[in-house]
């Protein structure tokens, strides 16, 4: 499994690590879901800011969205953001239609994943931890590092 660790240590690095993974999203095409886990106030909402930021989505219309649980943002690809952290058991994600927005032909963020009873085997996972008050290791699982180490000089 190809994986990416990092350590932030803000706010704006994290939405910069967001933003970094945003494009090679972008790079690769063609539909994905993103499934980060974390701690509360760990940086999953700060980190999708990024990544929507990289398909022309201002960081400031990207919210916690645990009192809406899925936000939809017309873009091209369309882009999806669900925050599952109200949400528990099966029956109740199914009645959201979750699965609908994972198999999408859009970009699909979710946090609080863990709450899912499955996760695709190739998938894209984002494991935040905290280090201390403002720093965070990152864990990026389902990116190649070539593709990382390139983007991080300014060449993809």
Wanted: avoid cysteine; aromatic fraction near 10%; charged fraction near 30%.
């Amino acid at each position: 499994m190809n994986y990416i660790k990092t350590i932030s240590n803000s706010r704006d690095e994290t939405e910069l690590i967001g933003f970094k993974l945003g494009n090679i999203l972008k790079k690769l095409g063609g539909p994905t879901t993103i499934y980060l886990f974390g701690d509360l106030g760990s940086g999953k909402t700060v980190l999708i800011k990024g990544i929507a930021k990289s398909y022309g989505i201002a960081p400031r219309d990207i919210g916690s969205a645990s009192f809406v649980i899925v936000a939809e943002y017309e873009t091209s690809p369309p882009f999806y953001h669900i925050d599952l952290y109200r949400i528990e058991g099966d029956d109740a994600l199914e009645s959201l239609g979750i699965w609908e927005y994972i198999d999408s032909s859009g970009i699909t963020a979710i946090e609080w994943a863990e709450r899912l009873s499955e996760i695709p085997e190739e998938s894209i996972k984002v494991k935040l931890k905290f280090l201390g008050e403002e720093s965070r290791e990152i864990i990026i699982e389902g990116i190649d590092e070539k593709d990382w180490d390139n983007m991080q000089e300014g060449q993809v």
